[in-house]
């Protein structure tokens, strides 16, 4: 049976480059919650990357990258493009939590339970990962749009009782941080562990009196300034610049931010300009008051995915796979070799 | 305003000029106080920028090594996060409300007369 994967990135999100999109920010800064990006790197890792290995591990060759709404619905017409050219069972992943979940025990169950779709649930609900045969995949023609509510449909779900994180939440995200940073999860920093529980990527300069307190990451080209006080459970991702006697305690700094001298950051997530306070769940924009700042990109970065050259899906530019007329961000279906 | 102590507005003008004006009357009012806290209400301003915070270090600056305490009322949560990345509240309390900042003198004293009897019962005992 000839199995195919899909991996949802919210619309808005660039599909072919890793780090590179950014949360939306909320129209006001008081009491909303903004939406991160899931492409957003955590301790230097890439969520869709490990995601793209576990259904590598399944025996799947290649998969489609694919944007779309934020509540994750899929649009029916493009699962039944796939069905068309010859796919009959399809995991379907949508970018929206970290689970360790080994995808050859849900195709297991799914293929024992008989059932045309099988949706992953842990013990806080779906996990945006289901998978779906062919029956599936034709009766979906029927509606609008394909929905992995299992409640509504009265499906047996698989029971997910591994490490999982939702990364839309900050405060789930910064519980991921903790975790991987003292090995509670199989997440690992991605740099060099420079003393327990301390770890530095590649390029990044920290001056003599820095104060780095464990465990902590400090992200690759990230320069951290005289009299900065990192830790303890702090990941500043990559080219961040942490300015004079700033100290960052329990909190994430995302890739590109500037952050003024002197400050206190303290349960917090830094996109930018943009904090939001873990606690509360208030953002405020630091900018007006000169506190923090969105650093420029030298150069776009190159695309970390190859696409697959035509062989029986169609490419994405040459027949291109368009979202739902309500998306606001078109983007074609890429297929990435796994 | 309550016994002693005086409640004054931040300037939040949208203008420079009109900025300026309050700028300099929110601090000739600071020089004037003595002895009793004052309360600086940012509830009218719905976010700071870095005039703002300029300012208030400049009301802090103001009272510091004088018996008046100065007390900040944030408005809004946005503020009270600004207020503690900048660390303006290590430096000066911060409330919520007026309200709140108008009862803190009281619930001050009355925690440090609690404490001087704790003290004084703790010096009986070992005695």
Not at chain 1, 175 to 195: F, H, W, Y
Not at chain 2, 48 to 53: A, M, P, S, Y
Request: charged share 25%; glycine share 8%.
């Amino acid at each position: 049976m000839e199995m195919g994967a899909v991996v949802m990135v919210p619309e808005g999100q660039d599909l072919t480059t890793v780090h590179e999109a950014h949360f939306d920010a909320p129209a006001a800064f008081e009491n909303t919650q903004p939406h991160y990006s899931s492409r957003m790197p955590i301790l230097g890792n890439d969520v869709l990357q490990s995601w793209m290995e576990r259904v590598r591990k399944l025996g799947v060759k290649s998969l489609w990258l694919a944007s779309g709404p934020r509540d994750g619905t899929v649009v029916r017409s493009e699962l039944a493009r796939l069905a068309r050219s010859g796919v009959e069972r399809l995991l379907v992943i949508k970018l929206k939590s970290y689970a360790e979940m080994d995808l050859a025990d849900l195709l297991r169950f799914h293929c024992q339970k008989r059932n045309p779709v099988t949706e992953a649930h842990d013990a806080r609900g779906q996990l945006g990962v289901s998978l779906l045969d062919r029956l599936a995949l034709r009766a979906i023609e029927e509606k609008q749009e394909f929905s992995c509510d299992s409640t509504e449909q009265k499906r047996p779900a698989y029971k997910f009782n591994g490490y999982a994180k939702r990364i839309f939440s900050a405060s789930e995200r910064q519980e991921l941080v903790g975790d991987a940073l003292t090995g509670a999860c199989a997440m690992r920093p991605l740099g060099t562990e420079i003393r327990e529980h301390l770890w530095v990527g590649k390029g990044a300069s920290l001056a003599d009196s820095v104060r780095l307190v464990g465990p902590a990451y400090i992200g690759a080209r990230t320069t951290v300034r005289s009299g900065v006080t990192i830790g303890p459970f702090v990941s500043v991702e990559h080219d961040c610049v942490v300015d004079c006697g700033t100290t960052v305690e329990r909190s994430t700094v995302l890739p590109y931010t500037y952050l003024a001298p002197g400050l206190l950051i303290r349960q917090g997530l830094v996109d930018g300009e943009y904090l939001e306070n873990l606690e509360w769940g208030t953002v405020v924009d630091m900018q007006p008051a000169g506190l923090g700042s969105r650093i420029q990109r030298s150069e776009a970065r190159k695309p970390a995915f190859k696409e697959v050259p035509g062989d029986g899906f169609p490419r994405a530019d040459v027949f291109p796979l368009q979202f739902a007329p309500s998306s606001s961000a078109a983007q074609p279906w890429l297929q990435v070799r796994l | 305003m309550n016994a002693g102590r005086s409640v004054l507005p931040f300037p939040c003008a949208p203008t420079s000029a009109g900025r300026r004006a309050l700028r300099k009357d929110l601090l000739s009012a600071l020089r004037v106080f003595s002895g009793s806290p004052v309360v600086v209400d940012l509830s009218g301003c719905p976010t700071l920028n870095h005039e703002d915070i300029d300012l208030l270090l400049e009301c802090i600056a103001q009272v510091a090594g004088r018996d008046t305490q100065l007390l900040v009322v944030a408005g809004t949560r946005g503020n009270r996060v600004l207020l503690e990345v900048t660390r303006i509240s290590s430096l000066a309390p911060v409330f919520n409300s007026v309200k709140e900042a108008l009862a803190y003198p009281q619930n001050a004293a009355e925690i440090d007369t609690e404490d001087q009897r704790a003290n004084q019962s703790q010096a009986v005992g070992s005695a």
